[in-house]
């Protein structure tokens, strides 16, 4: 503790020389200047002594004669002396631990773990509601009270907790089970999503009410969830597949004039800095007109931990619109290469033409064609109880 006090204060090491070098300690003792960690060695004494007690050496040096030496100099004031022409260096440091004090008292990052249907950013979102978001004081809330009322304002968590971890808030929660959306208990039928002729039945579970080759419409029954048993009726979730031939039309229209968005190769950059909810531009030129925005955002990550510091770079692209004109050709192999987009799609690959058309008109060519395919056509429709479907 002495230590601590003497090194603020300040002290030296000095040496005394001379014959009568032995004098000094009983005229410092006298004069009640403290001296400590003497040393003797070759007619020369060692010690320490404080700044404010050295001042007053002179008076023992001129009643003895003996040579006082500055040896070693320790302690805050001579720190100070040393680098006093270096000012901003000190104040430097001093904002430095300010700042890092002022920001440990903040959140600067919100991490949501446990989540797998709702997304990070509305559960970010629904922390803000309660007054959880980066830039909050610590000391504002409460984790237990903020985490039940993120349960109940939303309602696809089952449950939450906030943990803090220095400035970074881990979120962590977990999500009901809907059981409605899963349909694992809930009974079903199996209907028609096309009309078609039945060519391939693979049923797991419920009634199937139609043989291959019969011919069905779109919103038919083929696997029906009540299923009659003596005298009891069973209501079941049904399951499988229904393969049937179904024809498929596709349409498609492009007119011989267009009016199309180009690039005019002006490009206005924006740099901005965001710090927690703060964003500071660098730069203030007004962008005006027409033109395609793209925003790039990266954040500040230092020894794997992600700051409230973030960089974000837009780019507009400045458009203009301008007026072309196609040839027959040009709108009809377009028109194909979409029509071909739409099937695959679609997800058929295999399938028969069954009619294709051009339909040209003095504005416009519109293609059509429909195809055979056999795919899939169950579609599970949910019903209750009293046979009201959902």
Same mark, same amino acid.
């Given at each position: 503790?002495?230590? *601590? ?25 006298? !004069? ?20 404010? !007690? ?13 040579? *006082? ?41 919100? !991490? ?7 997304? $990070? ?32 304002? !939303? ?39 096309? $009309? ?5 039945? $693979? ?15 779109? @919103?038919?029954?083929?696997?029906? @969830? ?165």
């Amino acid at each position: 503790m002495f230590w *601590i006090i003497r090194y603020f204060l300040g002290f030296v090491k000095i040496e005394f020389c001379g014959e009568l070098c032995e004098q000094i300690i009983n005229m410092a003792h006298k !004069n009640k200047i403290p001296l400590w960690n003497l040393k003797y060695k070759k007619r020369k004494i060692t010690a320490f002594v404080s700044v404010k !007690n050295f001042k007053k050496m002179p008076l023992i040096h001129r009643k003895t004669r003996v040579k *006082i030496k500055i040896l070693e100099k320790y302690g805050i004031p001579f720190l100070i002396n040393k680098h006093k022409k270096r000012s901003g260096l000190l104040c430097g440091f001093i904002l430095f631990m300010s700042s890092l004090y002022l920001l440990s008292i903040f959140v600067w990052t919100v !991490n949501v773990l446990g989540n797998e249907n709702i997304s $990070d950013s509305e559960i970010i979102n629904s922390c803000r509601e309660i007054g959880v978001y980066e830039g909050v004081r610590k000391s504002s809330f409460d984790t237990k009270d903020a985490a039940q009322s993120l349960l109940l304002i !939303n309602e696809g968590l089952a449950w939450a907790s906030f943990n803090l971890e220095g400035s970074v808030l881990n979120v962590n929660v977990t999500e009901t089970v809907n059981i409605k959306e899963k349909g694992e208990d809930l009974p079903s039928n199996i209907i028609s999503e096309y $009309d078609g002729i039945i060519k391939k039945i $693979d049923a797991k579970s419920g009634n199937v009410v139609v043989k291959v080759g019969d011919a069905v419409a779109k @919103g038919d029954v083929l696997v029906s @969830g009540v299923v009659e048993r003596l005298n009891s009726t069973l209501f079941l979730r049904s399951k499988g597949e229904v393969f049937a031939e179904t024809n498929l039309t596709f349409s498609a229209e492009k007119s011989f004039e267009d009016t199309v968005e180009y690039k005019t190769g002006r490009v206005i950059r924006k740099n901005t800095l965001e710090f927690f909810s703060l964003k500071i531009p660098f730069g203030f030129q007004k962008v005006k007109g027409e033109y395609i925005k793209e925003e790039k955002s990266a954040r500040l990550v230092i020894l794997g931990r992600s700051l409230p510091v973030a960089t974000q770079k837009t780019v507009y692209y400045f458009t203009d619109k301008k007026k072309v004109s196609y040839t027959k050709e040009e709108i009809k192999n377009s028109l194909i290469k979409e029509i071909e987009e739409k099937i695959k799609k679609e997800g058929v690959k295999n399938y028969k033409l069954k009619s294709e058309k051009f339909i040209e008109t003095d504005e416009k060519i519109t293609y059509k064609k429909q195809i055979t395919v056999i795919k899939n056509i169950a579609k599970e429709q949910k019903i209750s109880v009293d046979n009201k479907t959902e």
